[in-house]
């Protein structure tokens, strides 16, 4: 099974830009969903979005998946230094049983 | 609801001691899952229940990890023997889901920080 990939690996920011995050996998998928974890913590979920979808919207986050290229971008506007952890793209391929996760990207957004 | 409930949060154990870490998904989730994350390996998925059954175990390392769940409210993961190899964080999450669609948005407990001296 293979597993995501992304990158940035990390990015830092000043609070109030904007962080993009992208995911890309290789094979034909169902699902795309956006995790993030901060520090010490287990994940929380995000924002899901479907093989039929282009973009999705959520309070300041937008997701885009463009499935020709085989990859997704988290966008988190007006960023906060509450925003500071990392951000993990998962999937499931259409041929698995399995959700795989990708590497993360660790956000950091100074005050 | 109290999220998915994980014990205990951190184990400190000797190399070939038995450890037995507890789940306790949200109410009403049919799916549940456990995970493993190391620096080296990012988050692995080891095993899958819907509705109590084990649905894939692919991901299980070895024979010395077993996982149960006896009933809807309940799960363990079993590594027998530990090695230091196995000092990782592990997660259980819960879904709802069938088991040929179990992903549906996860609910991650807070782990469990194993560590194999």
């Known amino acids: 099974s293979q597993q995501g990939e992304e990158d940035p690996q990390a990015l830092s920011i000043q609070e109030g830009e904007n962080a993009t995050m992208n995911c890309s996998y290789k094979?034909?998928?169902?699902?795309l969903q956006w995790y993030r974890q901060n520090s010490g913590r287990g994940l929380v979920h995000l924002i899901l979005?479907?093989?039929?979808?282009r973009e999705k919207h959520s309070g300041r986050l937008r997701v885009t998946l463009d499935t020709s290229k085989k990859s997704s971008s988290l966008l988190i506007t007006a960023s906060r230094a509450a925003d500071t952890a990392s951000y993990f793209c998962?999937?499931?391929?259409?041929?698995?049983?399995?959700?795989?996760f990708g590497e993360g990207t660790q956000l950091t957004v100074n005050p | 609801d109290a999220g998915v409930i994980q014990s205990p949060r951190h184990e400190v154990t000797e190399m070939g001691q038995e450890v037995t870490l507890r789940c306790k998904p949200i109410s009403g989730h049919n799916s549940l899952f456990w995970y493993r994350q190391t620096m080296m390996r990012g988050l692995e998925l080891l095993i899958y229940f819907n509705n109590n059954v084990p649905i894939d175990d692919s991901g299980m390392p070895e024979d010395r990890f077993s996982a149960k769940m006896p009933n809807a409210s309940f799960s363990t993961l079993k590594i027998q023997p530990s090695e230091p190899r196995d000092s990782a964080v592990y997660f259980c999450a819960s879904s709802t889901g069938t088991a040929l669609a179990p992903y549906n948005e996860q609910f991650f407990g807070p782990g469990t920080r194993l560590t194999v001296l």
């Open positions: 998962a999937f499931k391929e259409t041929s698995g049983s399995r959700l795989t």
């Open positions: 094979t034909s998928i169902n699902n």
């Open positions: 979005i479907r093989s039929n979808e």
